[in-house]
T-cell receptor, first 116, second 113 residues
Framework: ETGVTQTPRHLVMGMTNKKSLKCEQH?????MYWYKQSAKKPLELMFV???????ENNSVPSRFSPECPNSSHLFLHLHTLQPEDSALYLC???????????????FGPGTRLLVL | TQLLEQSPQFLSIQEGENLTVYCNSS?????LQWYRQEPGEGPVLLVT?????EVKKLKRLTFQFGDARKDSSLHITAAQPGDTGLYLC?????????????FGTGTRLQVFP
């Protein structure tokens, strides 16, 4: 068991909808991440949070809005998405973030998103 | 743009065969990780290699980090159906704090009984 849960597991939404993805980690970690995994493209880092503070926004469009109310929860708010945003969205957590040397990231199972 | 190329992209083999997956880049990495991802799940870390030339073994899996820390390989001996999955390498690049983690293009392995 990875200790990182994501809901919902599957989501279909129209381009005008607003939805949110939720991630929760039960590992006592301080850093949390959002990744996007598309077919035929490498896993892309979107956002990084360390002790609830955003430390990285990897040039992600503003239609994706992250929120980290505490070290255990991470949300990704979605609005006016495009069909090309359809992908698997993965959440991960790690104990520390000061360099990734030897640091293990634990991934959740992902939310499979389809934008129509 | 930093890119980690993995080869082959797809691999279908019979149970008992050996295989090697390669991960190559022109960038130097401070460390490199290998993950396996099964359908419907997130990637799971298999190993982290840190030193150039380092070799790590995990049962039937052997991981090697290139001397120049730009490439890596994963060798599986006597593959089993349970090894089926997407194998991802990920290199850490020193770029402020935290390091940037660049994921490879992935190798999808299918092992038939």
């Amino acid at each position: 068991e990875t200790g990182v849960t994501q809901t919902p597991r599957h989501l279909v939404m129209g381009m005008t909808n607003k939805k949110s993805l939720k991630c929760e980690q039960h590992l006592g970690h301080n850093a949390m991440y959002w990744y996007k995994q598309s077919a035929k493209k490498p896993l892309e880092l979107m956002f990084v949070y360390n002790f609830k503070e955003q430390t990285e926004n990897n040039s992600v469009p503003s239609r994706f809005s992250p929120e980290c109310p505490n070290s255990s929860h991470l949300f990704l708010h979605l609005h006016t998405l495009q069909p090309e945003d359809s992908a698997l969205y993965l959440c991960a957590s790690s104990q520390a973030i000061a360099g990734l040397l030897g640091e293990t990231q634990y991934f959740g199972p992902g939310t499979r998103l389809l934008v129509l | 743009t930093q890119l980690l190329e993995q080869s082959p992209q797809f691999l279908s083999i019979q149970e008992g065969e050996n295989l090697t997956v390669y991960c190559n880049s022109s960038s130097v990495f401070s460390s490199l990780q290998w993950y396996r991802q099964e359908p419907g799940e997130g990637p799971v870390l298999l190993v982290t290699v840190v030193t150039g030339g380092e070799v790590k073994k995990l049962k039937r899996l052997t991981f090697q980090f290139g001397d120049a820390r730009k490439d890596s390989s994963l060798h599986i001996t006597a593959a089993q159906p349970g090894d089926t999955g997407l194998y991802l390498c990920a290199g850490a690049i020193r770029s402020g704090t935290p390091d940037k983690l660049i994921f490879g293009t992935g190798t999808r392995l299918q092992v038939f009984p």
